[in-house]
């Protein structure tokens, strides 16, 4: 039996050995890398962008029209079609060659509206398909794992959708920015509308998607109407991907709140406000005033979903189509061409988000990410459909006017939907960056 | 050391099973499967699997709540390395052994009744732990966002030590970061250890009384065994293989959600298991890789990709055929692996393992027929 016990570990052995000794390369390898930069593109000749998205899940309608933004923003970047936001831009160091002169190519992933699925995406784009920058994303709590992710490994991540104030507040990463807004802009733009509209004696009623998202917008808009002098009945929290609100929706008719605040995105709103409006809510009249409802974060890809309920309903957006600069026309023109359809807020912002990094590259002249991340902060630009923007150097959050937008009574159009009741400017909506917290860190 | 002892033809599997294993990154590489994350995938998932078939192959429960282990077990991973240490070794052990605490106490309950009945029990058990860690527990999960680490966790251990942590902290052993390929070497060990285990407990009197129980649980009874200790425990070592494989995935990436509690999680173990072949050794390993490289590869495919791939074809045919293909790859993928499952279980029962020993027998009765036919002609 000893001898037995020799082979065996003689096999033992020699199959650990053979097995380090075969892993030895890849470990080389590697550590070549690391001297560099991650994913250097080096002398290659072109350059790998990576495009998490949700093509699954509650997001997902928003997800696919942010890939349509990424193909078509890669496309100009490439010299293709007709350049659109290319044109129009200012200051723009982009010539329609691709950037530094490697010609764009892409990967795509999706994100699942998950955490895990979404960090795992990511990781095979940055440890397979060699991608320098990941962007993409609708949802805060994929936006907030994904950008430490790419923070440790060194890669720039560009948020897409994501409306949280912990994404450049609490969470804010040294290799993550935001060209969307947050709820905190979204509740100083909203307020003096609903002070407005619907006067300083309400009782609200939050329904909020249970993650980071709902929690910041939240709190968010609970400051705004306390500090107008209205009181909050209740703030229930619901799950993400819910399907069916009507358990929550119930308790609302006999809470004595006259206005109900829907903290939900996506399909959940769709879901929350049809409900809601079927439930009878809206023909109510509690306290002697009519019941309404508020969706503080609006977009046109909901409206559309949600079709007749969003008559009349206040909220606020980062974006339009029907906006009217030539930045968001030339976007508008250019989207419509190769889809056939307007983009939604979604697709503006990921289509500039792509364009603001490629930019960013070619003006430090190269895609080192501390160079690049140099370039990005403090960048004041314009054309590119909000007007005057500055990405804040202290967070890496852009600025720039928020819309407050109202249900279209009379739509012309399938897609026109939202009417834009305010433009708020962005001194309205700016704030201290010290108020949340959190640190960048360092480029290393 | 009896307990290490193995026969020869088992420790020439442990052997070969060894080298294949450390040798992932080089044979998995052309097939686009050889990078750090997925490697770790593959090793996570596959003690997953190794533990799910310690229940579910030998004595023939079926639990459907199998996540529920890997979700605590990687909820207290980093708890662990947000109250211990950033070390990984302690977020290992308290992560296998609350899954295994868990385990107890489920384990006891559903194990009162089998069948169908047991292992709607043990989704219940799940569902119910993944709907608190969505709601109620939002304190100790953090709910949809998820729980991660913090630079300014208290972290006791490295706090005596004055360890100083960057922006966001990774899981580390000996100074090594447990990201990249150390972290899959960390994960393969495991993998190794937990087989190996699996191994022993194939080959022991005990491995034997749980597939007695498998056979005839009735018949047991009747000879005056007592079975349910023995199913509690193989429960509980099951159990806490998943928790192993959720603390490794904390390790890996120290981030824990909610997500990786739902009965979906629960489902993919079946797959993994049925798919590679029930009660086999190596099956549900194999079963693992498969989905998971599924799950990572083909799901990223786009049509663009396709293009790509078949553009020495003329124009005409190129689009027709990638119209063909692209339902079956991008977010099609789980359409791909639905197919593949429901052939397999058809025309497999046993899973691919049982594949592999089909066409080896069949290539050894050829090979013995011809060496015959050989000799009848010389």
Known sequence: ?444 | MKLFKLSAKDAIMMAVFIAVVLTMPIWLKPIGAGYPDLLQKFAIFGLFAIGFNILFGLTGYLSFGHAAFLGVGSYTAVWSFKLVSMSVIPAVIFGTVLAGLFAVVIGYVSLRRTGIYFSILTLAFAQMCYKMAYSVLTPITNGETGLRVLRDDPRVVDAMFGVEQNAVPVGELFGINMQGYPGFYFCAAMLILGFFIALRIFRSPFGMMLTAIKTNQTRMRYTGFNTRPYLLVAFVISGMYAGMAGSLMAVTDPLAGAERMQWTASGEVVLMTILGGVGTLVGPILGAGIIKYFENIFSAINESTLHQAFDFLPDSIDNVVVAIISPFVGDGWHLTLGTLFVVIVIFLPGGLVDGISRIRKRFSRKSHASSTTGASEG
């Open chain 1, 1 to 444: 039996m000893s001898d037995l016990k020799f082979t065996r570990r003689g096999v033992l052995k020699s199959g650990a050995a053979l097995g380090a000794a075969g892993v030895a390369p890849s470990f080389f390898v590697r550590n070549a890398w690391a001297q560099d930069f991650t994913n250097n593109p080096g002398n290659g000749s072109s350059v790998v962008l990576g495009f998490n998205v949700p093509q699954t899940g509650a997001y997902a309608d928003e997800g696919a029209d942010e890939l349509r933004a990424y193909q078509l923003a890669v496309k100009h970047i490439n010299g293709e079609g007709d350049g659109g936001m290319l044109n129009t831009m200012t200051p723009l160091s982009l010539k329609g060659n691709g950037v530094l002169g490697k010609k764009v190519e892409y990967v795509t992933g999706d994100t699942q509206t998950k955490s895990d699925a979404a960090r795992a995406s990511a990781k095979r784009m940055i440890e397979k398909d060699g991608a320098i920058m990941i962007t993409g994303g609708s949802s805060s709590g994929v936006a907030v794992a994904v950008q430490s992710l790419c923070h440790e490994a060194g890669i720039i991540f560009m948020a897409g959708l994501t409306h949280s104030n912990d994404t450049t507040g609490k969470d804010k990463r040294k290799y993550g920015f935001r060209h969307f807004f947050n709820a905190y802009m979204s509740g100083a733009a909203l307020g003096p509308v609903l002070e407005a509209r619907y006067g300083k004696d309400r009782n609200a009623y939050h329904l909020t998607a249970d993650y980071t998202w709902g929690w910041t917008q939240e709190e968010s808009i609970k400051n705004t109407t306390e500090a107008l002098g209205w009181k909050t009945t209740a703030a229930v929290r619901t799950p993400l991907g819910a399907g069916d609100f009507s358990q929550y929706i119930t308790p609302v008719l006999n809470s004595g709140a006259d206005v109900l605040i829907l903290n939900h995105y996506g399909k959940d709103m769709i879901n929350s406000l049809t409900q809601a409006v079927q439930f009878g809510l809206r023909d109510k009249q509690v306290n002697g005033k009519n019941f309404v409802i508020v969706v503080p974060l609006f977009s046109r890809l909901m409206a559309q979903g949600a079709g007749e309920n969003i008559k009349g309903i206040l909220g606020t957006t980062n974006w339009n189509w029907s906006l009217t600069d030539a930045g968001s026309q030339a976007f508008v023109k250019s989207f419509g061409a190769e889809y056939g359809f307007p983009p939604s807020q979604a697709a503006h912002t990921c289509y500039t988000q792509a364009l603001l990094y490629a930019n960013a590259c070619e003006t430090a002249g190269t895609f080192y990410p501390c160079e690049v991340i140099n370039a990005l902060e403090g960048f004041k630009f314009d054309g590119a459909g909000n007007g005057p923007t500055e990405y804040r150097a202290a967070d890496h959050q852009c600025f720039k006017d928020v819309l407050v937008v109202e249900g279209n009574e009379n739509p012309s159009s399938q897609f026109d939907l939202l009417q834009v009741v305010q433009v708020v400017p962005r001194a309205q909506v700016e704030y201290d960056p010290a108020i949340f917290g959190g640190e960048l860190g360092t480029c290393s």
